[in-house]
């Protein structure tokens, strides 16, 4: 191994932490990092992901400590969306780069924080917003460039998540606001994220609905848990951990130092964050857009449409659904007063989000060139986070929402 690897301590270890950011990253990537820590609140937890990542590296519980005794150059964060900016800004102040998982974080006081210690430090924050590097994103991408359809007027985008995807969110911390700031800001920041780097511009207002219409309190019965629940013969969103060798390991075990289970109950009465949403956004460009995120539904995948005033660009991207998925994405080029249709077709890549995670990881690692401005770094971050909460502020209150009056992000 040369001297050009990167030390770096992954913080969290939860799925994405465990697989992504861990086993994936050392497969692919060993010739650029060096894990020299593993920290988690939960150490049991720990152990087990070290044991999948395949490490022998030293676990810590605290993050001063991980800094203090490991000394990284580079922080991945895994963890709860709600404390992302206490560990990025300590190691930022502790002079390390920071990759965290999306959302950056959950408030406009938190992503202030994390901005204000990136520009102390010098250092840099990338956020993991692999949807970007997704090939037919940035073919989509080249296309609105190239001014395909003229000049981009609206947009209509609508994402689908299905009853198992969909509902895990509602069995984990996720599922309310004080962790994950709702499916507005954890989920959507992916998609938020992507409009505002397809528009080239910045969210200016919002108008949304968000609504609890299928989980929580709307359930027809609820227990604590799936493991154990007199309901488990007859709920469609019954969750078998012992069938499940890997979540059953990261998880089941570690519950008894922390409380936290991973098959909770999707109907508990407790569940603060809506499952049903919609939002209009304006563009400080001028460019609107019409949104939606459903979690419950029987496909999986997304349908976005670009309008523009020389013609339109649609592209409905598969991942599960009860028919054959095809091997590449298709996107439609309509030019106005030209006839006909240009179908554009987008092999899929091997590798998580249709090759998305290993193309982001290759441009963060191997400095692979950045033509598009794929790479995000605290400020797209932010704004994402930014559309997010004016959503949920709008839903909430029934009023729209202008994103600059939530705060100034530094």
């Given at each position: 191994?040369?001297?050009?690897?990167?030390?770096?301590?992954?913080?969290?270890?939860?799925?994405?932490?465990?697989?992504?950011?861990?086993?994936?990253?050392?497969?692919?990537?060993?010739?650029?990092?060096?894990?020299?820590?593993?920290?988690?609140?939960?150490?049991?937890?720990?152990?087990?992901?070290?044991?999948?990542?395949?490490?022998?590296?030293?676990i810590?519980?605290?993050?001063a400590?991980?800094?203090?005794?490991?000394?990284p150059?580079?922080?991945?964060?895994?963890?709860?969306?709600?404390?992302?900016?206490?560990?990025?800004?300590?190691?930022?102040?502790?002079?390390?780069d920071?990759?965290?998982?999306?959302?950056?974080?959950?408030?406009?006081?938190?992503?202030?924080?994390?901005?204000?210690a990136?520009?102390?430090?010098?250092?840099?924050?990338?956020?993991?917003?692999?949807?970007?590097?997704?090939?037919?994103?940035?073919?989509?991408?080249?296309?609105?460039?190239?001014?395909?359809?003229?000049?981009?007027?609206?947009?209509?985008?609508?994402?689908?998540?299905?009853?198992?995807?969909?509902?895990d969110?509602?069995?984990?911390?996720?599922?309310?606001?004080?962790?994950?700031?709702?499916?507005?800001?954890?989920?959507?920041?992916?998609?938020f994220?992507?409009?505002?780097w397809?528009?080239?511009?910045?969210?200016?207002?919002?108008?949304?609905?968000?609504?609890?219409?299928?989980?929580?309190?709307?359930?027809?019965?609820?227990?604590?848990?799936?493991?154990?629940?007199?309901?488990?013969?007859r709920?469609?969103?019954?969750?078998?951990l012992?069938?499940?060798?890997?979540?059953?390991?990261l998880?089941?075990?570690?519950?008894?130092?922390?409380?936290?289970?991973?098959?909770?109950?999707?109907?508990?009465?407790?569940?603060d964050?809506?499952?049903t949403?919609?939002?209009?956004?304006?563009?400080?460009?001028?460019?609107v857009?019409?949104?939606?995120?459903?979690?419950?539904?029987?496909?999986?995948?997304?349908?976005?449409?670009?309008?523009?005033?020389?013609?339109?660009?649609?592209?409905?991207?598969?991942?599960?659904?009860?028919?054959?998925?095809?091997?590449h994405?298709?996107?439609?080029?309509?030019?106005?007063?030209?006839?006909?249709?240009?179908r554009?077709?987008?092999p899929?890549a091997?590798?998580?989000?249709?090759?998305?995670?290993?193309?982001?990881?290759?441009?963060?690692?191997?400095?692979?060139?950045?033509?598009?401005?794929?790479?995000?770094?605290?400020?797209?971050?932010?704004?994402?986070?930014?559309?997010?909460?004016?959503?949920?502020?709008?839903?909430?209150?029934?009023?729209?929402?202008?994103?600059?009056?939530?705060?100034?992000?530094?």
């Amino acid at each position: 191994m040369s001297d050009e690897r990167r030390k770096f301590a992954l913080v969290g270890t939860g799925n994405r932490g465990t697989t992504m950011w861990g086993q994936n990253l050392l497969e692919g990537w060993r010739d650029k990092v060096d894990l020299v820590a593993i920290c988690d609140t939960n150490p049991l937890r720990a152990e087990r992901a070290r044991a999948m990542i395949g490490s022998n590296v030293p676990i810590y519980t605290d993050i001063a400590t991980t800094l203090r005794e490991a000394r990284p150059e580079l922080v991945i964060v895994c963890t709860r969306d709600s404390n992302h900016d206490d560990i990025i800004v300590a190691a930022l102040d502790a002079g390390c780069d920071v990759i965290t998982e999306k959302p950056m974080t959950t408030s406009v006081d938190k992503i202030r924080r994390i901005r204000e210690a990136e520009k102390r430090s010098g250092k840099r924050v990338d956020v993991s917003f692999n949807y970007r590097f997704a090939p037919t994103a940035y073919k989509l991408k080249q296309l609105l460039k190239s001014g395909a359809i003229g000049e981009l007027t609206s947009i209509d985008f609508h994402w689908y998540l299905d009853t198992n995807h969909g509902a895990d969110y509602f069995r984990r911390w996720h599922a309310y606001v004080e962790n994950s700031g709702s499916l507005f800001v954890h989920k959507a920041t992916h998609h938020f994220d992507l409009l505002n780097w397809y528009t080239e511009a910045d969210p200016e207002t919002v108008a949304a609905f968000g609504e609890l219409r299928n989980y929580g309190a709307k359930g027809p019965f609820r227990g604590v848990r799936c493991k154990g629940c007199e309901f488990a013969s007859r709920c469609d969103f019954y969750l078998d951990l012992d069938a499940d060798a890997f979540l059953n390991a990261l998880y089941e075990d570690p519950s008894e130092l922390d409380g936290y289970v991973r098959d909770a109950c999707v109907y508990r009465a407790d569940i603060d964050i809506p499952d049903t949403m919609t939002a209009n956004i304006r563009y400080t460009n001028g460019v609107v857009c019409s949104y939606s995120l459903n979690t419950y539904m029987p496909i999986e995948g997304h349908h976005i449409a670009f309008n523009g005033t020389r013609g339109r660009l649609e592209m409905r991207q598969f991942e599960k659904q009860p028919w054959e998925r095809p091997d590449h994405d298709e996107i439609l080029l309509v030019k106005s007063f030209a006839g006909g249709v240009e179908r554009i077709k987008v092999p899929h890549a091997a590798g998580g989000h249709f090759g998305g995670d290993d193309i982001m990881r290759n441009m963060i690692f191997r400095g692979a060139e950045d033509v598009l401005g794929q790479r995000a770094g605290s400020r797209a971050g932010a704004m994402s986070v930014m559309t997010g909460l004016a959503a949920l502020k709008s839903a909430r209150s029934g009023e729209m929402v202008r994103v600059a009056e939530l705060g100034d992000i530094g």
